[in-house]
């Protein structure tokens, strides 16, 4: 990874977490434990899923090697809808600051992950942004469900749209 890809990440990341802050805002107060089916997660663990993600991914590439089931320090789930978005910008930030120390030579070793190597740089790309993506994508859908009003993300929302509408 080059300087300017880390930049075009670290940009990239930082839309994509501004976005993940807005669905954990809207997250209905009372429906942490809500699940869409009694073998999926919660509402509330989804949420924090999106933190775990942050945590780990960055750590296992700055380790060139990945244990989840080693604790990342501070990733300790809150348990109330209320505290998802301060944690999860707590995170964030020390996962930022994690992938700003990390030198080309660590961006573009290979590293064993999910039963191939892989670039840390790639690794970066589609667990820190496209796997995500893919589980706030569940999260919004789980907010729905649970009786909240998700935000619009890559285009508005029903909600938004029918407002836009409305003030046109």
């Known amino acids: 990874m080059s ?43 989804m949420a924090w899923h999106l933190a775990e993600i942050d945590g780990y991914i960055p750590m296992g590439v700055i380790q060139k ?22 944690g999860y910008s707590r995170v964030h930030a020390d996962a930022v600051a994690n992938v700003l120390g990390m030198d080309d030579a660590n961006l573009n070793a290979m590293i064993p992950f999910m039963g191939r190597d892989m670039r840390g740089a790639d690794i970066l ?8 993506i893919h589980h706030r994508a569940q999260l919004v859908l789980m907010c729905r469900m649970a009786g909240g ?16 509408k409305a003030n046109a």
């Not at 090697?65 to 789930?77: A, H, I, M, N």
């Open 3 to 45: 300087t300017n890809e880390k930049d075009q990440f670290l940009a990239v990341w930082q839309n994509e977490a501004a976005s993940t802050l807005k669905v954990l805002h809207s997250l209905p107060v009372g429906q942490y434990d809500f699940r869409p089916a009694k073998e999926s997660r919660s509402l509330g663990e």
């Open 65 to 86: 090697k990945f244990d989840f089931s080693s604790k990342v320090p501070g990733l300790e789930r809150p348990r109330t809808v209320a505290e998802l978005a301060s």
């Open 149 to 164: 009003t998700p935000p619009g993300l890559y285009g508005p929302s029903r909600e938004e749209m029918a407002a836009m």
């Open 125 to 132: 790309w589609v667990y820190v942004i496209q796997h995500a």
